[in-house]
Structures are given as C-alpha cells and as structure tokens.
C-alpha cells in the first residue's frame, strides 16, 4: 500500500509539471529593444567582457577571446544585454559587442565523451543524405537558416545540414532563413 500510495504521488508531480515544459522559443517574449527574449547572437568582437551589471561600473566575471561564440540573450536593460553561453555562463554585455549574425556550437554537451563521438553534416536535410563532415563536439558553425528539424550551416568552407537538436544555437523547433 506504502509503495503504491508514493508511485501515485511520484506520478502526479510529474504529470502537474508536464504543461510547464515548454521549448524556450514558445516562451519568447519582447525586451525594450522590440526583439525577442530569449534569442541567439553571436559575439562581434574578439575580446568581449562579461559583467556582474549593466554597466561600466561592474566588474569584469569573464572574458571572452573569440568572435562569433554564439549566446543567449536573456534580458535587456537599455544598451546592456544580459547573456547566457553553452556552458550556462551568464553576465552583461554592451549590446555593441553583439552580432545578430547566427552561430552555434555543435552539441557541446557531448564534449569529453570519447574521441569517438562526431556530429554529421549531411549533404541534405535528411538522416539518410550523405555525409560531407564529421564535427567533434563544440566546433562553431555559422547557420542559415532552420527549418524546425535541420539547420543549414557552413564551418571552414564546408556546407550542408545538421540535425537542430545536435545544435546549440537554435530552439528546438525554431524556423528561419
């Protein structure tokens, strides 16, 4: 009895917290610049400060020294932009060290486990379409376009489709060009 009794309270939290498990991009709201929270950007600059605050004033956390490092804007307050990076790192950056352009980093959740482990380019967006190059986790790519399932994405004069949830960088779901 003790023992069904806790598997059907076990089995209602988890059902009370499935409608709460939205992508992030169908919670997307508009911070004061117009544009979408949350949101991709890539790092414009090659050395690029992260902050504790909004301002001058706050102190250094981190710094990043490569451009075109995709992140996530969280939060906006005026030309500040607070930020999250693959590795759940959040801070403040001037919006001017920020690109719109599209990157992201092929499955860096992955990293460190095994030298065998690869995400595939394909030569089209299709599971079985050939294979034009195999990524070691974290490799940045620059993206395209989505459309929901396949990012098209380029990386060292090297083009075609990633499978979207190998990819940090775009929501689940999400379609662009």
Not at 42 to 49: G, I
Not at 126 to 138: D, K, N, Q
């Amino acid at each position: 009895m003790k023992g069904t009794v806790l598997a059907g309270i076990l089995l209602g939290g988890i059902v009370s917290q499935a409608p709460l498990a939205k992508p992030a991009a169908a919670q997307a709201t508009r911070g004061a610049s117009g544009l979408p929270l949350p949101r991709f950007v890539s790092l414009k600059s090659r050395s690029v400060n992260l902050r504790v605050g909004p301002s001058l004033d706050y102190a250094v956390s981190w710094r990043y020294l490569k451009a075109g490092i995709p992140v996530e804007i969280i939060q906006e307050y005026e030309n500040w932009r607070r930020i999250r990076d693959a590795e759940g790192t959040e801070g403040w950056v001037n919006q001017a060290l920020l690109s719109g352009e599209r990157t992201a980093l092929t499955a860096p959740w992955m990293r460190g486990k095994g030298s065998g482990v690869f995400v595939n380019m394909r030569r089209e967006p299709a599971s079985g379409a050939g294979i034009v190059a195999r990524m070691e986790p974290g490799v940045i790519v620059h993206v395209r376009e989505c459309n929901g399932d396949w990012c098209r994405a380029e990386t060292q004069g090297v083009s075609g489709w990633i499978a979207q949830n190998e990819l940090w960088g775009a929501y689940p779901g999400e379609a662009f060009k």
